[in-house]
Structure formats: C-alpha cells, structure tokens
C-alpha cells in the first residue's frame, strides 16, 4: 500500500526575506521516508506540481508537510506546516481526500507569525499495480484479499492516464460503484495488506523496464509506470489545439528565472517564438529525431501531451536511452516535459530528467528550463524569437558524490548540447548581434516626438475642478457685486475699505484667497514647465569612445499625485555623473515621450544606469519621485536592451506596478583600440606592464561570471578569502567588476561586485593567519553586493559587507591594481583630489636627492657596485635608451626577447618606461624572467642622471617573495673630460617572509655584480670600438 501526495501550489504564504518576497520549497515527511519539491525563487504564490509516493508500513503513522522558505546562508526559515494522519485517508471515501487547501499551521502558538498561508494537496491510497507482477510470498488469504482489491480497479494504462489527466486521483467507474462495500473492503484489505506490506514491498519486478524505488526515498508515482501506458497511444487533439487551450487558460503568469546551474543555449532566431515552440515540442516533429540522433540518443518515445488542472498545464512523458561513454554504460532517461507558461508569446517548459540505472541515480534529477520569448523589434519587419536553456541538478537525497555528480552532469550536458544548437541553427536561420547592433540609428529613426500647440496643453492643464470651481465663485462674486448696493459705513469702515460684517462673509473671503492662490501657482509652474521642456531631446554626444543611447518611448501605470488624479512626470537619467532630463508631460499617467538622449563618450564602458521618474511641482519647490530604477550594463544582455520594460522601484511605483518603456544601445566608436588604450593607462597607475588577455581567456571569464562580451580580463591573482575559514581562490579584475572563485572538491564559491559598489578599501599588516602577506579589506556601500553577501566575512552596523583578501603571491601588484581601477571607477572627483594631494604631501617628505620617484615601499639599499668608466656620462645612459647599445649589452648580460616602452614624461623632468625579457638557461637553469620599470631624472646639479628601477621576477623559485629595487647614479667627472662615476645600490623588497632570506640576498647581490661587470666592460668596448 502507498500513499500518494501531489503537492500542486500554495498561496498567501507570510513574507520571510527583507525583499519582501519568500523562497519556498515542501518537505514531506512519513516515518523515515522523505521528500522534497524544487525550490521557486522569489515568489509568495509558489506552484510545484511535484508527485511522490511513500510505502505505508503503519497506519498510525502521519504525513508531515512542511514549507521552508530557503537561505543559502543560514539556516532555512520555518513558514508553515499541517498533519495528516494516514488513517483518515483510509477511513474517507475511496480512500482519497481528494484535492483541496489546507490551511498551515505555525510551529507553535508563540509565534509571531499567525497567518501561515494555505497549500494545496492531492493525497490518496493505492495498492500496488499488478500482483502478477510480483513475486509474493503471502499466503493464500492475502492473495484473495488484494484481487478483490483489483477488481475494483480499472487496468493500469487506464488508471495512469486518468491520474495524469486530473489531480484527482478517483475514476468515474469507481464512483459510480457501490461506496459502502467498497469502503469496508478497503478497510479491511488495508488492515490485512499491512500485516504482509514488508513481504509484498520487498519483491522485485523480473521485467527489465520496472524501476524498484529505494525503500527509504519516495519516488514520484509517474515514474512507476514508463513506457506500458504511453505506448501506442497518440494525442487525439491536434498540438496547436491544446496550445491555444492553455492560451485561454495562462492567467499572465511571468516567465520563470534561469537556473542557477547555468546557461546552455542563449540564441536569437529568425522564427516566431510559437513557431519555435511548436518546431521543439510539437508531437512528431523531424527536428525532435534530428537531435536526438545527433545527441547519440536511442530508442526515443514521446508520450501525447495531456491537460492538467483543468487545462492550465500541459504534460508528456519522453523516454529514451543515452550512449554509453567512457565512464558510464548506456542508461536509460524518464524526461518530463511540463508548460509552465504558454500564452501565445512566451512559452516555459521545465524537463526533469530521472536516470535511475546511472551510478547514484535514485540520488538526483537533472532540470532543464526552455524558455521561448519574443525577440527585439526588427527593422525588416520580420519576428524573431529567444531561446534560453538552463540547468540545475536537483538532488532529492544528500550524498557525498554531489559535487563530483554536478561536474560529471556540467560537462555531459555542454556536450550534449553544442550538437544540439549545431542542428537547430542549421533549421532556423540565426539573428546576428551585430546587425541588431548596426541598425540602431533605424531603430530610432521611427521615434517622433508629439507635438502639441500651448492652448491644447494649456487647456489640458487647467480643465481641473480647482481653476473651474475658482472661475464660477469669481463670477458669481462679481455679479453679486455688480447687483448689489453699497452699504453703509459702519464698525471700523471707512471709505474705500469694506470688511466683512459677518462669519459666513469671512469664510467666503478665505476660499477665495485659497482659490486664487492656487490658480495662480498652476499658471506660474505651467509656464516654468513649458520653459524646462525637451531641454535634454536631440543633444547630439561629444567625443570618441563609448557612446550610451538612451530612447525614452512611453511610461504606464505612473502614480497619481496631484488633486486632479494626474501627475507630471518627468525622467532623469544619470550615468557616470552625467545627468540628461526629459520634458514634462502634463496632466499624464500613461505618458508618451518619444525622446532621445545621448550620453558623451566615456574611455570605459559604464557599470549602471540610474533612471528616476518626478513629478513636476516648480523649480523650487522638492520634486516627488514617482519611483526609480537601475540598469546594470554588467549583468544585462545588450540585445536584450534594445526594446525592454523596465518596472519602476518605491512605495507609489510599486504600488501601481508603474513601468517604463526604454531602448537602450551601447557603442564603442574606438573598436579595439579602446582596450589597448584603457590597459596603457592602467599600466601607468600600476607602474608594471599588464598583458592583453587572449579572446579564449576573455571567452572563459565572461562565461565564469555570465559577463558581456565587451567585458574583458585585466588580471588575477591567486590569493585567500577569509571567512570562518580562508578559502584559496583567484581574484579577478576587469574595467568594471571585482570577482573571486575557487573550486575545492566540488564546492564552488563564486561572486563578484562592481567597482562603484565599493566604499573603502584598507590593507593590514601582515599576521600569523595571512601567512606575512598584508590583508586587503573591501567596504562595500550599504544595500549593495548583495548577490555576493555569501563570500563577506562581517557587516558592520551600518550594515556594510566587509570582504577580507590576503595571502597573496604578488601583494604588491595586486594592491596598486586595485587602487588604481578603484580610483578610476567609483571615486568623485572630489575624493580623487583629496587623495592626490595626500600623495604628494607623503612623497614631499621625501628628499629630491633620495631619487625615491617610484611609489614603492621604503627598501634598504645597499652599494653592490661603484666605478670609473672610461666613457661619458651621455654615451653610458644609451644602454637605457632602447638602442642598439641597450640590446647588445642585454645579450651579453645572458637575457633573451628583450621588449621595452618608449619613455613617457611622468612629471616635470621624470620619466618612465617599461621593459620585459627573459633569462637564458646560463643565468638561471629554471628559465623565468623580468618586468621591469624604470625611472629616469637628473641630478639636481644637473651633471648626472639618476636611474630607479624595480624588477619583478616571473617563473623564478621564490621570486613572488621579494622585489628588486635598483639605483643607477651616474655622474660627471670634471677632472675627466670623457670619464663617468658610475654607483649602483640594490634592495629586497620583501613581500612574504621566509626562512632563506640571507640565502636569497647573498645569491641575488653575488648575481648582480657578476652582471654589472659584464655589461660596463662591454659599454667601454662599445664606446672603444666606435672612437
């Protein structure tokens, strides 16, 4: 005996989260056996639809459901719960309840919370299939008793299509039978099947196509019967009937969110989105065979889409077998596909796959969301569709392989369905990005602004019940007045003054001050309005570099704040500091704008887009906002940008589910220079030559994080996230995002935050626990890096995520990177000042003869090398001249590839350069090699040149540990006409402690020397060989 649950929907369920929103799942128990439904985000009217069916081994036993409301950080939140006893689904009528709500309960009646919400449940008894089937060791009385429960049954093919045509569970056969001998049977067949249940249960099917669930997991009842009732059956409804069914029935449900476990396919076609649907899952459809060949899938079979719930969903059965691989053996896939949402435009299907024969494959199920939803807007005229398809791996039963499972089902998937996009984009004809792109000046083309002449706007503005109830009591006064006789002088009168001689005069008098005074602040603000109008619309962008348009087409559903019911809106929209405003639309809650804005160019693509809709009430006066929005270019698609609704934030806003129709583009005028030039000045800031990443590289990083394509990898570093525990990642850094992952033994942790988000960074002193490595602290702003809260270590009480980094291998460079995109991204101008001048006050504490130009930590030099050449000081600076001179003494010096950077001024008299090469096998048997940077200035006498230059060794056992500092002083001799002084100081720069420091600092000087040697004797040799 089983008892089966349809956990179908639940509404009213209390808010947990401070969004205001709950993320709920179910948990079922019975005795020891559990169950749990996936988990819908953000959503407090949830529906699952999920089956399981649970093995009945006592009668007193109860069902336990459960609502949680789930947190990835802490522990799940209790929403509410309800008891059934297993008894009272016995004892009702056909042993079923049938489907209803049940109110849930909270845990205790302490609880705050009182209003649990309501949930509804199919729950009912069945015994099992077929006793055929079964190879039953119960006596001859309990085989008696369970074919008289048999006969009251229809077959299974029937009973599993009625099942799965309505969520009730009862046949209208069986309720047209007699109800009181049936029930006392079954009471008395359940009492018996009880006391054999643990025999009856425990045998095995001999055919090769049953699926034995484990005793302790529930397994839904549609997996009980696979191929038997779908075979041979085919739908008698034609699909684009039963489409335009579910059409009527859609109750404009929102397209669910992507899974989290990734994206697989992300596409525009040239094909209606119900074009799409039907070509994918229309019953008998050539492309279904076609891929399914090409995914290496055999023995394929698609079961007739059935209705549900009274025709608001649609669901089928697939099965099929998958090709064997190098690990696994060929294992055959349950696929149900159910209609999430279909409603002519957009269309959800969710397939949750069962592989059970797989290695831990009662363990899990694999999800997949396709969602089909209408393109951008054309400039042909043709349609054009978006297909998205997610992942995520849904374990109804913990264990230990899961993250080796999800990376085994990650890469199977990949695999599975680059053959499939292969097919499909051979069917449908691919809509290219580019050409969206390039057609947007006739995507704007088409926008014209209305234009109204001033007396209909000036009629529409006044035809309210204050200026025509002041007009009327103005006229009705002067014709009082021009009827009326002048009255005596009396009281406190005189001639020319007339006071009100009573209370309701007085009264009077009031209203009509009040009256007149808001008649004349309506025209004051009507006309400073018309002065403010369009001032933004059609301003043309200045410069070259990243241009932002923004196309303001309409508003709908705009809080109404005025006394007349109306409002008059106007947008801002702010970018990088850059502000552009619209006109002023009067007496409007469905505004129609039509305007264009232009944002001037910027050197780096932008991170948010700030849009804030008032209301107009002068220009002095404080401007209501009617609700706000922010666009992030980061975790936007572009294409998706294009032609977009975007809903309106606050209290009135979301109150009136008010929302703006925007089209937005994002050009690059520069092309790829733009990249080369925005890492030269990142270069200078950084004062260490940063390589252009490779396209594959930039192609991994973006999938890594789901960036835009025109976000790319600046550098990493290998560093720890400290938390509980430090957690050993990488640490990413574009123009615009700050990301960490790692991966340890299947656990991935992976965030990232913009650079606008950050507040505060400060650095540590090194300790014990960072391994003598500094410690970067990251502030972030309040209420943002929320998606990334999981990886902060504290939150202040201003309630600030704080992000704790240390153990780095290359603190130096990674601190000075960071610094510098900080600086160029998120700080004001003003705060920029303040830390420029706190520059140059640290660095005017320094002596012009320390020659310390480079902004690098305090380095205790010492003389290495001090001599008389036989050269003069000019033709000696050659070798830093990036010559011929330069590249023989390299050469000679054992350094191979030799690369340097023309000199750039830096400041007045100061100038730097970069420089890389590589060691030759003689110098260093491990290879390795430099990144140098150089600085060059004069003496301040004038005579001589002061050279600085800090080495970072790349490839080289230990080099991460330290830094070389090097000084060159060469100097005039005036007793020597064509002779030089020529001192060279070195320093360690330590960047990590270690025990070998006086072995690594004797090695290096003893390295040096050898070198000075070899590259002056071959300056005199030079200079010899040329007089």
Same mark, same amino acid.
């Given at each position: ?42 959503c ?67 609880s ?62 069986e309720?047209a ?109 050539? @492309? ?60 959800a ?38 297909l998205?398809?997610?992942?995520r ?29 292969a ?58 007045? @021009? ?69 303001l ?6 809080s ?7 409002s ?45 809709v ?29 032609d ?57 990083f ?7 394509p ?29 990301g960490?992952?790692?991966?340890m ?6 965030f ?121 000081s000019?033709y ?46 003689h ?43 090097m000084?060159?002083?060469?100097e ?33 000087v003893?390295?040096?020397?050898g070198?000075?040697k ?14």
């Amino acid at each position: 005996m089983k008892l089966h649950v349809t956990v179908v929907e639940a509404r009213n369920l209390p808010a947990m989260d401070p969004n205001g929103l709950c993320d709920p799942y179910v948990k079922l128990h019975l005795g020891k056996q559990k169950g749990k439904t996936k988990v819908v985000k953000k959503c407090l009217n949830p529906q699952w639809s999920d089956e399981f069916s649970f093995r009945v081994d006592d009668l007193k036993n109860e069902l336990v459901v459960s609502v949680m409301d789930e947190d990835k950080y802490f522990n799940d939140d209790f929403v509410g719960q309800l008891k059934i006893p297993v008894s009272q689904v016995l004892n009702a009528e056909n042993s079923a309840l049938g489907t209803a709500w049940y109110p849930l309960l909270p845990k205790s009646k302490k609880s705050k919370i009182k209003d649990c919400g309501e949930i509804l449940l199919t729950v009912y008894l069945a015994q099992n299939k077929s006793i055929g089937e079964q190879s039953c060791n119960c006596d001859h009385a309990t085989t008696n008793v369970r074919k008289q429960m048999d006969s009251a049954t229809s077959s299974p093919a029937r009973s599993f299509s009625d099942r799965f045509r309505s969520p009730s569970p009862m046949r209208s056969d069986e309720i047209a039978s007699s109800k009181e001998d049936k029930s006392q049977a079954q009471k008395f067949a359940g009492r018996i099947a009880q006391i054999f249940n643990k025999n009856a249960d425990s045998a095995s099917s001999t055919s090769g196509k049953s699926v034995s669930p484990s005793p302790e997991r529930p397994i839904s009842s549609k997996y009980e019967v696979v191929e038997s009732p779908l075979e041979g059956q085919s739908s008698a409804v034609p699909f684009e009937e039963i489409m335009k069914t579910i059409d009527l029935k859609d109750q404009g449900r929102e397209v669910p969110s992507d899974l989290p476990g990734g994206i697989l396919l992300d596409q525009l076609y040239l094909i209606a989105s119900a074009d799409l649907n039907s070509l994918i899952f229309a019953p008998g459809s050539e @492309f279904s065979q076609s891929a399914a060949d090409a995914q290496g899938t055999t023995e394929l079979q698609q079961g007739p889409w059935i209705l549900e719930n009274d025709g608001e969903s649609m669901k089928r059965v697939v099965t099929y077998t998958k090709a064997a691989t190098k690990l696994i053996k060929a294992v055959k896939g349950i696929e149900e596909q159910t209609y999430l949402k279909a409603d002519g435009k957009a269309f959800a299907v969710l397939a949750s796959v069962s592989t059970p024969d797989a290695p831990y494959g009662s363990t899990f199920r694999t999800e997949l969301l396709f969602c089909i939803t209408p393109g951008p807007e054309l400039p042909s005229g043709e349609q054009c569709s978006r297909l998205v398809i997610s992942w995520r791996m849904n374990f109804i039963q913990s264990t230990i392989m899961k993250g080796m499972i999800e990376g085994g089902a990650r890469q199977g998937l990949k695999d599975s369905f680059e053959p499939y996009a292969a097919l499909l984009s051979q069917t449908v004809k691919v809509v290219d990005a580019k050409d969206m792109g390039s057609n947007k000046d006739q995507a704007l083309a088409s926008l014209q602004v209305e234009s109204q002449p001033d007396w209909k706007l000036a009629l529409q503005y006044f035809a309210n019940f204050t200026v025509i109830s002041t007009v009327v009591i103005g006229l009705y006064v002067l014709v009082h007045i @021009f009827l009326a006789m002048p009255g005596t002088i009396q009281g406190l009168e005189f001639v020319g003054l007339d006071l009100p001689d009573s209370i309701g005069e007085v009264i009077v008098s009031g209203v009509l001050i009040l009256q007149t005074k808001q008649v004349l602040e309506l025209i004051s603000r009507f006309m400073q309005a018309r002065v403010q109008k369009g001032s933004d619309h059609g301003v043309k962008a200045q410069g070259d570099g990243w241009l932002l348009t923004v196309a303001l087409i309409e508003g709908n559903n705009l809080s109404a704040v005025d006394s007349s019911g109306f409002s008059d809106p106007y947008v801002v929209f702010t970018c990088n500091g850059k502000a552009r405003t619209s006109s002023i639309k009067f007496q409007k809650s469905d505004p129609h704008w039509n305007e264009i804005f232009e944002f001037d160019a910027m050197d780096e693509p932008p991170s948010m887009l700030d849009v804030e809709v008032y209301d107009f009430d002068g220009p002095f006066d404080e401007a209501m906002s009617l609700g706000h929005a922010e666009i992030n270019f980061v975790r936007s698609n572009l294409i998706d940008l294009a032609d977009v609704w975007i809903p309106l934030q606050g209290q009135l806003a979301q109150a009136c589910q008010s929302k703006l129709h925007l089209r937005i583009f994002l050009d690059n005028t520069r092309g790829t220079n733009s990249v080369n030039e925005y890492l030269t000045k990142v270069e200078k800031e950084v004062g260490k030559k940063i390589n252009l990443r490779s396209p594959q590289t930039n192609t991994a990083f973006q999938k890594l994080f789901g960036l835009p394509p025109e976000e790319f990898l600046i550098n990493d570093f290998r560093c720890h996230l400290k938390r509980k525990m430090p957690l050993q990642g990488r640490l990413f850094l574009s123009p615009r995002i700050i990301g960490f992952y790692t991966n340890m033994f299947g656990h991935k942790t992976k965030f990232f935050f913009l650079w606008e988000d950050i507040e505060d960074i400060q650095q540590l002193s090194p300790t014990l626990s960072s391994m003598g490595s500094p410690i970067i602290i990251i502030t972030l702003r309040k209420g943002r890096g929320i998606d990334a809260r999981h990886g902060a270590k504290t939150q202040d009480f201003q309630r600030r995520l704080k992000f704790h980094f240390q153990s780095f291998v290359s603190f130096g460079a990674a601190h000075r990177t960071i610094m510098a995109l900080w600086k160029a991204r998120s700080l004001s101008p003003e705060q920029k000042v303040q830390i420029v001048e706190e520059e140059s006050e640290s660095k005017s504490l320094q002596t012009e003869e320390s020659g310390a130009f480079l902004d690098l930590e305090d380095v205790n030099m010492s003389e290495v090398y001090c001599s008389v050449l036989s050269v003069p000081s000019d033709y000696f600076m050659e070798i830093f001249n990036g010559g011929d001179l330069d590249h023989k003494v390299i050469e000679k010096a054992g350094c191979l590839e030799y690369s340097n950077s023309p000199w750039e001024l830096e400041k007045p008299d100061v100038y730097q350069r970069q420089i890389q090469y590589k060691f030759d096998k003689h110098i260093s048997r491990y290879g390795g090699g430099v990144t140098s940077t150089q600085q060059r200035s004069p003496l301040p006498d004038g005579k001589g040149w002061i050279i600085e230059e800090v080495m970072t060794l790349d490839r080289v056992p230990l080099g991460d540990y330290f830094n070389l500092h090097m000084r060159y002083q060469v100097e005039d001799l005036p007793s020597r006409l064509k002779a030089c002084n020529v001192q060279v100081l070195l320093g360690l720069a330590w960047l990590k402690s270690t025990g070998h420091q006086k072995r690594i600092t004797k090695n290096v000087v003893s390295n040096v020397k050898g070198r000075m040697k070899v590259i002056f004797s071959v300056v005199e040799k030079e200079y010899l060989s040329v007089k």
